[in-house]
């Protein structure tokens, strides 16, 4: 049992702190999209939302988005779903079926595969390059240092829809100093898009320029499963 009303008075409360946000900073609110993040929650929680009107997800495994969205995708047209989370070589004919937007590119090899993806199905997605900002070992990413050359060997080498760039903060530190790193790098490397910013700090982000968020314990509530990935 889902309490719809629970889930719409906080997405209507993340929607009305992603507006102010932006008119605080001097920016348009209709430039900060809101993706919603939907792993671990089932269609139930997810329908209210979407019969608000609501087109932008995420979701951060392959496997569980093919088992949740091709229904809902029967029932709402216009989805755009984003894959968060990391994307193994193997999974690339999946993820491009599957997805609208892929966040998570952050290497050569995937580049590659998918680069060879998009060529045998005809059809490219628009990526972002997921950047290490914390530089963690144990996290995803490109190491800042070398996101402007690997953006323009994913463009020019591979021909890849280049639009943003993406980052998850170490949680122990203040997440704006790596928004504004992301930020920097983006304008360096001529990239429009900012994905920066989740249910604890959307709204820094968002002062930095960010221009999609992904929030998802804010609107759906606490996950009681742990994701997998
Ligand atoms: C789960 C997840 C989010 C959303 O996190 P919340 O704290 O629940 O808002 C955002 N980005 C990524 C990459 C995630 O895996």
Not at 16 to 41: C, E, H, M, W, Y
Not at 125 to 145: I, S, W
Not at 184 to 213: I, Q, T
């Amino acid at each position: 049992m889902t309490d719809d009303a629970a889930i719409l008075r906080a997405y209507d409360d993340v929607r009305a702190r992603i507006d102010r946000a932006a008119r605080d900073a001097g920016r348009d609110p209709g430039d900060v999209s809101l993706v919603a993040v939907t792993k671990t929650f089932e269609a139930d929680a997810i329908e209210p939302v979407l019969a608000r009107g609501h087109r932008m997800f995420g979701e951060n495994r392959v496997q569980e988005a093919m088992a949740k969205w091709p229904a809902l995708r029967a029932r709402y047209a216009d989805i755009a779903l984003h894959l968060i989370g990391p994307l193994q070589t193997n999974k690339v004919h999946e993820a491009a079926a599957t997805f609208d937007v892929i966040e998570t590119l952050d290497r050569p090899k995937l580049a590659r595969a998918l680069a060879a993806e998009f060529e045998r199905v005809g059809r490219s997605l628009p990526l972002f390059v997921q950047v290490n900002t914390g530089e963690e070992p144990q996290k995803a990413g490109v190491p800042p240092r070398e996101t402007l050359s690997f953006v323009r060997q994913c463009r020019e080498e591979w021909r890849l829809d280049i639009r943003g760039l993406m980052c998850i903060p170490p949680i122990d530190e203040e997440p704006s100093l790596h928004f504004a790193l992301l930020s920097d790098l983006a304008k360096e490397a001529g990239v429009p898009s900012l994905s920066m910013g989740m249910s604890g700090d959307f709204e820094v982000a968002v002062r930095f320029g960010a221009s999609h968020v992904r929030v998802g314990s804010a609107i759906f509530g606490t996950r009681t499963i742990t994701p997998q990935s």
